[in-house]
């Protein structure tokens, strides 16, 4: 699973460094099986490289600031998808598409989990409020003491 996650819509690369067993430097000796070029592998490691656990520290270390350096130098284009993404989010909310309100019966075998997800629901600009009574809507009625969480936000995307 690990590597269809890293390379579906990915932008980066894994790559994958020798291990170290402490403090002190090593000669890593690979069997064949892990040095061919394969088609996960185009780039295979070498076979008796002294290593440490220091170089690990070091790859480590260029990846982060190579990938800050990114950032920073595209930092212009981040904002504009991330402003469009918003306003795209804020068009959905006005067009009503989606699941605009949540109707959670009483009798609920989890009901911790049922008031966690009220609570946060709650949070997100949603107005909650319990009926004890039973109440005929359009094609359905619905059960007494019944929980209705409506978004009154337009960008509450649940």
């Known amino acids: 699973m690990f590597w269809v996650a ?4 990915s932008i980066g690369r894994f790559y994958e460094t ?4 402490g403090a002190d430097c090593h000669t890593v000796r690979l069997p064949e099986r892990q040095t061919s070029v394969e088609w996960f592998r ?3 490691p070498l076979n008796g490289v002294r290593w440490c656990i220091r170089n690990n520290i070091n ?4 990846g982060i600031l190579i990938a800050l350096n990114y950032m920073a130098r595209n930092g212009h284009r981040y904002l504009d998808q991330f402003y469009r993404k918003s306003v795209r ?10 699941p605009n309100a949540y109707h959670i019966p009483a009798n609920q075998a989890r009901p911790v989990e049922a008031a966690n997800l ?9 107005r909650c409020g319990t009926r ?4 005929r809507r359009a094609a359905w009625t619905s059960p007494p003491a019944i929980t ?11």
């Open 6 to 9: 890293n390379g579906h819509n």
């Open 18 to 21: 020798y291990t170290s067993r």
């Open 42 to 44: 185009p780039n295979p």
């Open 59 to 62: 790859y480590q270390q260029s």
């Open 89 to 98: 989010a804020v068009e959905r909310g006005r067009a009503k598409d989606g």
């Open 118 to 126: 009220v609570n946060m629901l709650a949070s997100r600009d949603s």
């Open 132 to 135: 004890t009574a039973p109440s």
């Open 148 to 158: 209705s969480c409506v978004s009154t936000s337009l960008t509450a995307r649940w």
